[in-house]
């Protein structure tokens, strides 16, 4: 006979989107590298990032969104989202602080407190988007900038966990991820007008509409790729990535829910090539791994 807590064991993965885990913890890993050395904090930031924070982020948003939820035929996945009734509110809640606390506090007390501070502005980002008193996704645009700061930031903590001082992390490169979230998010939200508008949800697709806000997206993500560009040399063939999810923007003006499928394989094989090719760049597997040159 099973064991009465695997449900919930089960519905906690599933919360966490164990689909997404590499969208948060590559990228800090792969800045940990560029930037510094691998310490012992970089060692806990990647369990954090791939499991726990992405836990804390989509669980608190399963538990404001439920009403909601419940109502989207796509919700209800251990990919593009669960579903947690209030009954297991209580359960939730206890998992995320049992599996952040712990990792948040010792990351900060490695690091220091300038990363200690960016840490818990991460946690605030990732809380205020779906958490009253100011849950960003019902206001326009913060919805999207706020969204996109849910993955540039662990980057951010990942130069910082590793010794690089904020000066050293690549911001070109940090604001084109930022631009390319921002799109990311606008893109997503597509699919979901009708059942934000009926839930009251003022997301940035909910209040322009869904043909504008692929238009926007579109746009955005041109301008990410073209501040990806403005850094010369093997950057010019990083910016291409940006044309397929340009592309995906367009479909998405007739077809929103194929266009948001696309997005979520593009993703794997987009940042897979990005992030070997900035290590390849900056030298990362010869210095790190002694392999020869």
């Not at 991460?122 to 849950?135: D, E, F, I, K």
């Not at 900038?145 to 690549?170: D, E, I, K, Q, T």
């Not at 009251?200 to 869904?210: E, N, P, R």
Request: proline content about 7%; aromatic content about 10%; some cysteine.
């Amino acid at each position: 006979m099973p064991s009465p807590s695997v449900p919930g064991v089960v519905a906690m993965l599933r919360a966490s989107r164990p689909y997404s885990w590499i969208n948060t913890a590559l990228p800090f890993l792969a800045v940990a590298l560029l930037t510094g050395r691998v310490t012992a904090a970089v060692v806990l930031g990647t369990v954090y990032f791939l499991l726990p924070y992405n836990l804390l982020l989509y669980g608190v948003n399963d538990l404001f969104d439920y009403e909601s939820d419940r109502r989207n035929p796509r919700k209800g996945g251990a990919i593009e989202g669960g579903l947690v009734p209030p009954a297991q509110a209580r359960r939730m809640l206890l998992t995320i602080a049992a599996t952040n606390v712990p990792l948040l506090l010792a990351m900060a007390w490695l690091a220091g407190p300038v990363a200690a501070g960016v840490l818990a502005f991460t946690v605030l980002a990732a809380v205020s988007y779906s958490a009253p008193p100011l849950r960003l996704k019902e206001r326009p645009f913060l919805d999207s900038l706020n969204s996109s700061l849910h993955f540039v930031l662990p980057p951010v903590c990942g130069g910082l966990l590793a010794g690089a001082h904020l000066s050293a992390l690549p911001w070109r490169f940090l604001l084109a991820f930022l631009l390319w979230g921002m799109a990311s998010q606008a893109l997503g939200a597509i699919q979901d007008v009708e059942y934000d508008r009926a839930a009251g949800i003022g997301s940035i697709a909910a209040w322009l509409g869904g043909r504008a806000t692929a238009v926007a997206a579109f746009g955005v993500y041109l301008l990410a790729g073209v501040f990806t560009a403005t850094g010369g040399g093997p950057a010019l063939v990083a910016a291409v990535v940006v044309l397929p999810y340009a592309a995906l923007a367009l479909i998405a003006t007739r077809q929103a829910r194929t266009a948001w499928r696309g997005f979520l394989g593009l993703n794997l094989v987009a940042g897979c090539f990005l992030t070997l090719l900035l290590l390849q760049i900056n030298g990362v597997f010869h210095e790190r791994l002694g392999t020869p040159a």
